[in-house]
Each structure stands twice: as C-alpha cells, then as structure tokens.
C-alpha cells in the first residue's frame, strides 16, 4: 500500500479487548466453552495438512488425523498421524551473493540474474488499442492495464493455450491494480496539466481513475528466453470497480446487501483496492479488497436518518457521518455509477433499495475470478468475512480432509483470521470442470474464526457464530444471523476479545511444515505511555515500542515483524512466535534489533510474503516509510526454520510514572547468512510487491508499485522533478512518468532463482 497516502493509518477499532497477557488465565476456559462446541471446530486442525509441525527443511513430521470430540464437545487429543504422501524439495540454502542497499533509481538484483519489465501502467490489451503515450492524453483505460499493480498470480498455457499447471514457457498473469498516485484527490499523473484536486470533480477525470482501479489478465509468453505480453490474446481482459459481480455466500441476498443496483442483494458493481492475492487449489484467483472504505463518502446528518445499528457498522469500518471520499468520485454527476459513491441514507424505502446506504456492505471481501474463463461471473466469497482483506493463503491440501483458508485485516489494532471449509477435500477437484463451481463447494460453507495469542506461546482460534455466546450476546452489536457476522466481521472479533495486532498484511503457509506466516508490517499506536484511546502498550506477539531516533524517526513499531502459527494438537489451539523482527543493523539489539539482522538482512516495514511451491523460499517484500532515508524498498529470500526454534526474550520498559512494564516474547532462531539475505532493491518510491512463478521455479513476477509517488502535483509537467523516473530510464516504454510495472527475473544460467 501507498506510503504517501497512508489509507492503513485509519483505525476504527476502540474496542476494549484486552491485550493476550491479561487473558491468559482464561485460555483453558475459552477453547472448552466455546472452540469445542462444533464439529466445524474439530475439522479446523486438520484442515488441509496444517498439523505439519516442528519441521526444518531436513525434519519432516506427518500430518496429523482430524481430531475428534466427546460426547460433551470437549476435545480429545488427535489419534496416530499417517505419513504425508509426497513433500516438496526446499532448498538447504540461498546460493546469490546479496545485494547492498540503494538509494538509486534502478532495480537492483544480485549478479548472474537480469530482469525485463513486460507489462506497465497504460500497457494494451487488445489489438486495437494504441501504444501509450505516457503524457497524460491517454484514454481507453478499460483496455489498458490498471495502475498500482499488486498482488498476482501466474496460471500455465500448453503450447496451444489450454489450461496447463506445468507450463513454463506461456500463461496468464492475473493482476490486482490497487489504486492510484494521488495529491489532493487528483490521480495528477494521468492528466497532462495534473488534473482537478477541487470539488467537484469532472466526470472525465472520475470516468478514469475508475477504470485504473480492479484487476487485469493478461498472457505472456517466452520467446527465445525473452518475455512479453500478447497484446491481442484472447485472454486479456480488465475487471473494473464498475464490472458486475456476484455475491456468494451466507450474506447473499441479505438485507444488508440490498441496494439500487440490487434490489435482491444477489450482485454488486466491481471490486476495489485490491491488494494481496491468493491461488485456489483448482486453479481460480482470489483477490482481497483492502481499503475500499475511503472511496466513499457520507453527509453530517446521516447518522440521525439512519437511527438503527448499521451507525455502529459503518463507524467500526471507518464511515463515520460526515466522512469525506478519498477522491471525491460521487461528485462527478447525477448519473448511477457517481452516485454509488455516497452511501448516505437519501431515499424514503425501508430496505434501501432507492439508495447506495448498504452500498459499502458490498465492498470489503475476497473475490474469486476464473483466469482462464471469461463467461464465469465473478464471486464475493462473503463466507470468508469482510474486512481490509490481503491475501488468502491456502493450508497444505489433505484428502479427506476441510480446506483452511488464513486471512489478515490490514489496519492498525485489527485481527487476524483463518476460514476452515465445510466440504472436504477431494483430489478430483483439483482438476475440475467448473472451477467457479469448485469455489461455491469449498468457499460458501464453512467456519469463520479470530485468532487470540497468549503470552506463553498458544493461542486460540475463536469460532465466529451464533454458536458462540459471546457473539450472540454481543451489546454494543446484535448480530441477526452468519451473514450479519460476515458483513461485520470486525465487531465479532470485538466481541469475542480477539488480540489487536499490528497490521496483518500478506500471509502464506510452508510448503512443508505447513507453518503460517503474516507480516506485521508496523504500528504507530504501540506505546508504552498511552495517550489516544488508539494507542496500545506492547503485548507478547506484538512487543516492540520505540523510537527511531537516527533516521525519519517512526514510533511505536515502526519496523513490523513476522509472526508464525503453527496449529496445535487439540482443537483450536496454536502455538506461535516471531520468526523475524524488521529493523536496522545497528538498532539496540536489546530492545529493537531482536533478530540480530546484519547489514545483508536488516529491512522495515514487512508486507508481501509468499512461499516458492518450487524451492521452498520464502519471498519477503517491503512497504516502508522509515528506512528510506537509507534504502529503498527491498525483497529478500528467507529458508525458515520452525515455530519454537527460538527463545523466549523479556523487553524491559520503563514508563512515564517510573514503573516497570515487562513484556516477554517468543523470538525465532536468528537467521543465518545462508538463510536470509536481500535479493532486490526497487526505484526511488516504490513499493515491492506481488509475486509469482513458473512452475519450474526459473521465472519470478515482481512487481513494482507507485515509483516517484513522491512527487508533487505541481511538478507533473517537469519531468526533472519526478522522484523516479523509472522504468523509463530503464528503457522500458514512452514519456518520463513514472509508472508501476511488472518485472520478470532470470537466472543467468538458466537455473532455479535462489540456488
């Protein structure tokens, strides 16, 4: 996500959950009470395979079988595990000489690798679109590749362009466009004299930066070991915040999806800030919608018209009454698709069907596509809650066994979550002939549960229902049904007491231990010496607040760190630690440096993460604000060890009044030389992001988001004065603005990346 824009520092959560050290007590209680009280929470640890525990790359343990209950619903422990079938090769060691950090506008890779840049802001999609010009005059973004590319996922072509999970050489990118690089409303670089930043905004200029919003796919292909996109391929489409789509699951056809647009509440209009991504096991793309809240607004009186609980929804989601639009786009006309825009109460029904005021209740979850099929609907999987979603990372798949879907709300003091599947998994569906209809099999049913971390190392999933007690009996909230619970994800994990943490953004699974990694990317309202009712001391999984002093100067944590779960041998329960903490070489290692990175590893501001299914690495990328005085953002590759591997730490603090304030923690192993090491440094003001393979492990996508953000609207038409010129200076493409763009990485030497 932007840096400059700063959409993650809203935080609507001022509830009174208590951080995990002051519920330990309570843990033993709360699994028996309320985590074994279903046979959907028993399936829960054996969803997918994700019992693999206490695994290095050279120890490997079997899954374990699905745990069953008694009588009385309490957990048993799990009977003999059976030995997995295959496990994938991880390799023992990164083989690349590190790169250095850089403050240049280039990308940097280590020796004996190269890059192409294939697929830029602007880029075509059909053959009947023009070159872009890159100067501001360009229209026609429908059929243009969108800005901000993000997250995104390769799928294989055979030779003749049919579904192929072993090709290597041609396939699709399927691609989130999250938003755009703006001052003051105006999307300045793709107008020539910079746009309009005043009320109201022309239609023309909301027409656009609506089309650059959504999701793309595009084919590429391999010639001669050099890649492109095929411009006129018959596969490239765009899906925009104005494409219908489906809504799939408890809340479909709900009350609170009911709309003008959608008097039955069965569809809505498009998906927005799309950010992290995942890949289903039959081959679909799902892409999670972030920070769609700021793109709407609501006028000062609107919580007077409502007089009804949806006030306490929209204030938990950001939309408190009065709140402004990030660009002002419900001002562009009286026409339906501005109107959306503003999701005030302005019509006279009883169930919102003259009016946008439910609008916002379609926005928020993860939406499946169909790469390879453009006749397949899109769907909102509302099953798997609504919330600043990034990606969805699936648990080793098991025959027989749920699907276990791991989730991150990316905002300050929010959760993290898993889904776990009603239908079981079966090898046949890895191959199916409907893929969508494999999504409403595995995506629609199932249980939806908020993780709790305690201080000595467990933790609890918390089953989200009317099951549990505690969301039924909820005050500040009366929840109707599952729908309501998966409209208002945030206020059931209120409810339940679930642990605030500092911005969960991209997580992904070992492809051996099964182990689930999500980064923290960082959290200015950790303090040791509360001031706002945002603010929040340090807690065990969240420990660290301090003070950059040498540097831009961030508090609170303003470095973020990893966090890993491993799932537990009863039901519900975890076991965690921190794999790796961000921060400067020369941080007080004490206090901040936990990890003991050197200068080959230190980084800040963790966001996008996934494991190679080929070699077993794991991909790292930054978004930071506050080591850009010394280096740009950066991905590094990683070989973890396991949850445990580590110790425990006490960080001794020392507050205000004098006293003492103790905090342990569970510290992963330091990585080694070999095991952890910055393999890229993007251009000035950008963003690593996104990440996927070839099947081979031989290629990577990487992409780079927002260079130059930095510049100022004024300066548009002084090319000296961008920040970045990239990828420009890189020979990629016409004119000087900077443009996010889609990388491709090659070994020299023909060799997997990494080795």
């Keep these: 996500m932007s840096k400059s824009n700063n959409f993650n520092d809203e935080n609507s959560n001022t509830s009174e959950n208590p951080t995990f050290d002051s519920v330990l007590e309570q843990r033993l209680i709360n699994r028996r009470r309320f985590l074994g009280m279903s046979l959907s929470g028993a399936a829960a640890l054996g969803g997918m395979g994700l019992g693999l525990v206490g695994c290095s790359s050279g120890e490997i343990l079997p899954p374990p079988v699905s745990p069953t209950?008694?009588?009385?619903?309490?957990?048993?422990?799990?009977?003999?595990?059976?030995?997995?079938?295959?496990?994938?090769?991880?390799?023992?060691?990164?083989?690349?000489?590190?790169?250095?950090?850089?403050?240049?506008?280039?990308?940097?890779?280590?020796?004996?690798?190269?890059?192409?840049?294939?697929?830029?802001?602007?880029?075509?999609?059909?053959?009947?679109?023009?070159?872009?010009?890159?100067?501001?005059?360009?229209s026609d973004y429908e059929n243009r590749a969108g800005d901000h590319h993000d997250g995104m996922e390769y799928f294989g072509l055979d030779a003749a362009g049919k579904p192929s999970s072993s090709g290597i050489e041609r396939g699709l990118l399927a691609m989130n466009h999250e938003a755009t690089t703006d001052e003051t409303r105006s999307s300045f670089f793709l107008?020539?004299?910079?746009?309009?930043?005043?009320?109201?905004?022309?239609?023309?200029?909301?027409?656009?930066?609506?089309?650059?919003?959504?999701?793309?796919?595009?084919?590429?292909?391999?010639?001669?070991?050099?890649?492109?996109t095929v411009q006129a391929s018959a596969f490239n489409r765009r899906v925009t915040p104005l494409s219908e789509v489906e809504i799939a699951g408890p809340a479909r056809g709900n009350a609170l999806l009911k709309t003008k647009y959608s008097a039955d509440g069965t569809k809505t209009r498009g998906t927005i800030n799309n950010c992290g991504t995942g890949k289903t096991p039959w081959g679909t793309?799902?892409?999670?919608?972030?920070?769609?809240?700021?793109?709407?607004?609501?006028?000062?009186?609107?919580?007077?018209?409502?007089?009804?609980?949806?006030?306490?929804?929209?204030?938990?989601?950001?939309?408190?009454?009065?709140s402004v639009s990030r660009h002002g786009w419900e001002t562009g006309g009286s026409d339906d698709k501005y109107a959306r825009w503003n999701i005030s109460k302005l019509g006279t029904s009883g169930d919102g069907t003259d009016d946008y005021r439910n609008e916002l209740n379609g926005q928020g979850y993860i939406i499946e596509m169909d790469a390879y099929d453009k006749t397949k609907a899109l769907k909102k999987r509302t099953a798997l809650g609504r919330f600043a979603h990034e990606s969805a990372a699936f648990g080793l798949l098991v025959v027989g066994q749920p699907l276990t879907v791991y989730l991150g709300d990316d905002s300050k003091n929010e959760y993290m979550y898993k889904f776990v599947s009603k239908a079981l998994w079966s090898a046949a569906d890895a191959n199916p002939?409907?893929?969508?209809?494999?999504?409403?099999?595995?995506?629609?049913e199932g249980t939806l549960y908020v993780a709790k971390f305690n201080?000595?190392?467990?933790?609890?999933?918390?089953?989200?229902?009317?099951?549990?007690?505690?969301?039924?009996?909820?005050?500040?909230?009366?929840?109707?049904?599952?729908?309501?619970?998966?409209?208002?994800?945030?206020?059931?994990?209120?409810?339940?007491?679930?642990?605030?943490?500092?911005?969960?953004?991209?997580g992904g699974v070992h492809p051996v231990t099964g182990e689930y990694y999500q980064t923290l990317t960082k959290n200015e309202n950790r303090n040791i010496n509360p001031v706002k009712s945002t603010d929040l001391v340090p807690d065990s999984a969240n420990p660290r607040a301090y003070t950059d002093s040498d540097g831009i100067g961030g508090k609170g944590n303003p470095n973020g760190h990893i966090i890993r779960t491993k799932e537990g041998t009863t039901v519900g329960a975890f076991n965690w630690d921190v794999y790796v903490f961000g921060a400067?070489?020369?941080?007080?290692?004490?206090?901040?440096?936990?990890?003991?990175?050197?200068?080959?590893?230190?980084?800040?501001?963790?966001?996008?993460?996934?494991?190679?299914?080929?070699?077993?690495?794991?991909?790292?990328?930054?978004?930071?604000?506050?080591?850009?005085?010394?280096?740009?953002?950066?991905?590094?590759?990683?070989?973890?060890?396991?949850?445990?591997?580590?110790?425990?730490?006490?960080?001794?603090?020392?507050?205000?009044?004098?006293?003492?304030?103790?905090?342990?923690?569970?510290?992963?192993a330091a990585p080694?030389?070999?095991?952890?090491?910055?393999?890229?440094?993007?251009?000035?003001?950008?963003?690593?992001?996104?990440?996927?393979?070839?099947?081979?492990?031989?290629?990577?996508?990487?992409?780079?988001?927002h260079p130059g953000e930095g510049t100022k609207m004024a300066d548009v038409a002084d090319p000296s004065k961008y920040t970045s010129q990239w990828p420009s200076n890189a020979g990629y493409g016409a004119g000087k603005r900077p443009r996010s763009a889609t990388i491709v990485i090659t070994k020299d030497d023909g060799g997997r990346i990494g080795s």
């Design 433 to 444: 002939a409907d893929r969508m209809a494999t999504g409403d099999k595995y995506l629609n």
């Design 191 to 228: 107008y020539a004299n910079g746009g309009t930043s005043t009320l109201p905004r022309p239609a023309a200029e909301v027409d656009k930066e609506v089309a650059i919003h959504g999701l793309s796919v595009v084919e590429i292909k391999a010639t001669n070991k050099k890649w492109a």
């Design 285 to 322: 793309f799902l892409s999670g919608e972030e920070n769609w809240n700021g793109y709407f607004s609501r006028v000062t009186a609107d919580d007077t018209a409502r007089a009804d609980k949806s006030v306490v929804a929209l204030k938990r989601y950001g939309r408190s009454a009065g």
């Design 672 to 705: 080694a030389a070999d095991k952890l090491k910055r393999f890229l440094v993007g251009p000035k003001d950008c963003e690593i992001t996104g990440l996927c393979e070839t099947p081979d492990g031989k290629a990577i996508f990487i992409n780079i988001q």
């Design 584 to 668: 400067e070489a020369d941080a007080d290692k004490a206090m901040i440096n936990l990890s003991n990175l050197t200068d080959d590893q230190d980084m800040s501001s963790p966001d996008g993460l996934a494991f190679s299914p080929s070699t077993g690495i794991c991909w790292i990328q930054t978004d930071d604000g506050y080591y850009t005085d010394v280096t740009n953002c950066m991905m590094l590759a990683a070989i973890p060890g396991k949850v445990g591997d580590g110790a425990s730490k006490t960080l001794s603090y020392t507050k205000a009044d004098g006293t003492k304030l103790d905090v342990a923690t569970k510290v992963g």
């Design 69 to 138: 209950a008694t009588p009385s619903g309490s957990p048993v422990p799990s009977p003999t595990p059976t030995p997995p079938v295959a496990v994938n090769p991880i390799m023992a060691s990164l083989g690349f000489t590190a790169v250095g950090k850089s403050l240049l506008d280039k990308v940097v890779i280590p020796a004996g690798y190269s890059y192409q840049v294939i697929y830029a802001l602007g880029d075509p999609l059909t053959a009947s679109t023009p070159a872009y010009k890159n100067d501001g005059s360009d």
């Design 455 to 506: 201080a000595d190392g467990t933790g609890e999933w918390v089953e989200l229902s009317l099951n549990n007690p505690l969301v039924k009996n909820y005050t500040t909230y009366t929840f109707a049904d599952q729908a309501d619970i998966c409209v208002n994800t945030r206020l059931a994990g209120d409810a339940v007491g679930a642990t605030k943490m500092d911005r969960p953004e991209w």
